[in-house]
T-cell receptor, first 113, second 111 residues
Framework: DVKVTQSSRYLVKRTGEKVFLECVQD?????MFWYRQDPGLGLRLIYF???????EKGDIPEGYSVSREKKERFSLILESASTNQTSMYLC????????????FGSGTQLSVL | AQRVTQPEKLLSVFKGAPVELKCNYS??????LFWYVQYSRQRLQLLLR??SRESIKGFTADLNKGETSFHLKKPFAQEEDSAMYYC?????????????FGGGTRVLVKP
């Protein structure tokens, strides 16, 4: 059974802080994704990666960066957190041969005060 | 640009009644469409995809290219169908396919 683990379930940070959200998958998946989930807006893609040290911008990358130094780990970084980044963040992974079957983590609810 | 629209934020039906979740998309090429579901306190997961033409948990969805729709249907709703449902579209991108999700529809099945 695929396991995608997000390090924190809840996070509270202050405006201007640098925030790290960590995601680890244990099934050797090539692809990893970061989405944010907001009521009424659904899921919006922030960044994704198809390989180690590779990253591509999604639809809303502004204010975020990512790091993929190892295949199993994909980190989302908020360089200077702002209140409009308060959201539920979802990490997902998939195999290269079946891009669209995503396996999601349980999410990190981030509150920026 | 690719876009997915789910016009209903909330659908409330009685157990045993039919349920239909609407999904409309815009995409210039030939898309692949999916439905994802998130049950209470569970992770978001794939429910079904149009290319498989399968019925999962009694749900079916037909891709209608003329109407650019991919509505999800179930003839007899059950209480365990209460969940958040997301329609998603995959369009070809040079670096690989990526999914675009709709805003989601919350389904509440009342006893």
């Amino acid at each position: 059974d695929v396991k995608v683990t997000q390090s924190s379930r809840y996070l509270v940070k202050r405006t201007g802080e640098k925030v790290f959200l960590e995601c680890v998958q244990d099934m050797d998946h090539e692809n990893m994704f970061w989405y944010r989930q907001d009521p009424g807006l659904g899921l919006r893609l922030i960044y994704f990666s198809y390989d180690v040290k590779m990253k591509e911008k999604g639809d809303i990358p502004e204010g975020y960066s990512v790091s993929r130094e190892k295949k199993e780990r994909f980190s989302l970084i908020l360089e200077s957190a702002s209140t409009n980044q308060t959201s539920m963040y979802l990490c997902a992974s998939s195999i290269a041969q079946d891009n669209e079957k995503l396996f999601f983590g349980s999410g990190t609810q981030l509150s920026v005060l | 640009a690719q876009r997915v629209t789910q016009p209903e934020k909330l659908l409330s039906v009685f157990k045993g009644a039919p349920v239909e979740l609407k999904c409309n998309y815009s995409y210039s090429g030939s898309p692949e469409l999916f439905w994802y579901v998130q049950y209470s306190r569970q992770r978001l997961q794939l429910l079904l995809r149009h290319i498989s033409r399968e019925s999962i948990k009694g749900f079916t969805a037909d891709l209608n290219k003329g109407e650019t729709s991919f509505h999800l249907k179930k003839p007899f709703a059950q209480e365990e169908d209460s969940a958040m449902y997301y329609c998603a579209l995959s369009g070809w991108k040079a670096a690989g396919n990526k999914l675009t999700f709709g805003g989601g529809t919350r389904v509440l099945v009342k006893p």
